[in-house]
């Protein structure tokens, strides 16, 4: 079963807005990851965020997570066309060595 | 350097054909891990493969699927008497050694049996 669940499924924004997608998870998390996937290939591994973290940054990427509320976001920022992608969360929890990938967030860059 | 790699990158089949999909991690990867994802959907994790201990098979759909890892390295996950059900991407990861399991994907093998 899924763990992280992403909002919205589906964004379309214009090139220099910025794109914000949240996920939320159900059980406590060792860490929590952002992928890139684009045209429905392998997935790119954006950011991690461990569960004593508050907030990342990495180029214009800017992950936060809320361990209260169970839940992270991803904020792109000048989104540029090729930032056009389909976004997971996936959640590391206690020893399990698997990460649970949720459903993704399809997010369309227009130039 | 290299990443991981799949192949074949597609492969149609007609049911009940066998189909092996194949994948070389990372060098030095230890884990390995082999996922499904159907059109539109995340990720479903099917087996996990970690040094010389016994594969975490817990995600396998059926008996008809199995996977091997050869020395360590190279692995094969191999669907018997396809079904159109079975149609789907099929992903493979390696897990380097930073302890935070951040996993590096292969580009996918597209599966389409008729």
């Known amino acids: 079963s899924q763990q992280g669940e992403e909002d919205p499924q589906a964004l379309s924004i214009q090139e220099g807005e910025n794109a914000t997608m949240n996920c939320s998870y159900k059980?406590?998390?060792?860490?929590l990851q952002w992928y890139r996937q684009n045209s429905g290939r392998g997935l790119v591994h954006l950011i991690l965020?461990?569960?004593?973290?508050r907030e990342k940054h990495s180029g214009r990427l800017r992950v936060t997570l809320d361990t209260s509320k169970k839940s992270s976001s991803l904020l792109i920022t000048a989104s540029r066309a090729a930032d056009t992608a389909s976004y997971f969360c996936?959640?590391?929890?206690?020893?399990?060595?698997?990460?649970?990938f949720g459903a993704g967030t399809t997010v369309t860059v227009r130039a | 350097g290299a990443g991981v790699s799949q192949s074949p990158s597609n492969k149609v089949t007609e049911k009940g054909k066998d189909v092996e999909l194949r994948c070389d991690p990372i060098?030095?990867?230890?884990?390995l891990y082999w996922y499904r994802q159907s059109l539109g959907q995340g990720l479903e994790f099917l087996i996990y493969?970690?040094?010389?201990?016994?594969?975490?098979k817990s995600g396998l759909p059926s008996d008809r699927f199995s996977a091997e890892r050869t020395g360590g390295s190279v692995s094969t996950l191999t669907i018997q008497r396809t079904q159109q059900e079975d149609s789907a991407v099929y992903l493979c990861?390696?897990?380097?050694?930073?302890?935070?399991?951040?996993?590096?994907f292969g580009p996918g093998t597209r599966l389409t049996v008729l």
């Open positions: 990861a390696s897990t380097g050694t930073s302890g935070y399991n951040e996993q590096f």
């Open positions: 059980t406590s998390i060792n860490n």
């Open positions: 965020i461990r569960s004593n973290e």
């Open positions: 996936a959640t590391a929890t206690g020893n399990d060595y698997k990460l649970s």
């Open positions: 060098s030095g990867h230890t884990a």
């Open positions: 493969f970690q040094g010389n201990s016994a594969p975490d």
